[in-house]
Every structure is written in C-alpha cells, then in structure tokens.
C-alpha cells in the first residue's frame, strides 16, 4: 500500500533493529530492511506482512562495504519509494584497543558508525 510511510532500518535482522520493524509495522507503515543476513531479514519480512499487512523491502547489504551505503540508497530508489523515517541502528563493537586492532578492522568499524549515518 503506498499511502503508508517508509522507514528505512538499519541492522533490522535481530534484537533492536527487528523490535523496531515490528513497532513501526505495528503503527502501520512499510519497512525497509536492511543487515547482512538475508534469511533473517526474509523471516521478519513474512512475520510482518502475516501480523500487520506491512510491505517489506529486504536489502541485504553490509555498511562495512565501501559501497554499502549507496548500494542500499540504490535499492531504495528501485522500489520507487520516499523514505519517510529511518532508525539507524546498525554498530558493532571492536574488542581490545585502537593500537591492539587491525586498521581494517578499525576501516569497516568507521564506515559502520560513523560514514553510513552521515
């Protein structure tokens, strides 16, 4: 139903991110999910349709990715939708230090936090 609004959240495949899709379902909008495992997000997706009557957008991408923030933009523009809210609430954390840490490590983990919101 395109007269619902869209939002797009990010790291939707479990814990908050999944608790945000079902409470945005629940208020009656359609939900773009996006996070690195595909099965989890198609689960959700059917969870959410059967439950609320929710169109579902799966984007599985990892914001690690250089190119993963364009790549979910990219798929937004395919549904032909305006994203109305977003959630942003991909992250991770690195253990250990900054010097005990590998710099592509510390690389992914910036894009995550810091380039993807921006």
Same mark, same amino acid.
């Given at each position: 139903?395109?007269?619902? &609004?869209?939002?797009?959240?990010? +790291?939707?495949?479990?814990?908050? %991110?999944?608790?945000?899709?079902? $409470?945005?379902?629940?208020?009656? #909008? ?21 439950? @609320? %009557?929710?169109?579902? @957008?799966?984007?599985? $991408?990892?914001?690690?990715? &250089?190119? +993963? ?10 549904? %032909?939708?305006?994203?109305? %809210? ?5 992250? @991770?954390?690195? &253990? ?6 590998? #710099? ?9 936090? @810091?380039?993807? &919101?921006?």
């Amino acid at each position: 139903m395109r007269d619902r &609004p869209l939002v797009l959240i990010t +790291g939707a495949s479990a814990g908050i %991110g999944a608790e945000f899709a079902r $409470q945005y379902a629940a208020r009656g #909008w359609d939900v773009a999910l996006t996070a690195r495992r595909a099965e989890r997000l198609k689960t959700l997706a059917n969870d959410l349709k059967t439950e @609320y %009557g929710t169109q579902a @957008y799966l984007i599985a $991408q990892d914001l690690a990715a &250089p190119d +993963g923030v364009s790549a979910i933009l990219d798929a937004v523009e395919r549904t %032909g939708r305006n994203v109305d %809210g977003l959630v942003n609430n991909a992250g @991770y954390g690195l &253990p250990g230090t900054f010097f005990n840490t590998d #710099w592509s490590d510390q690389a992914d983990f910036l894009r995550v936090l @810091y380039t993807a &919101p921006v």
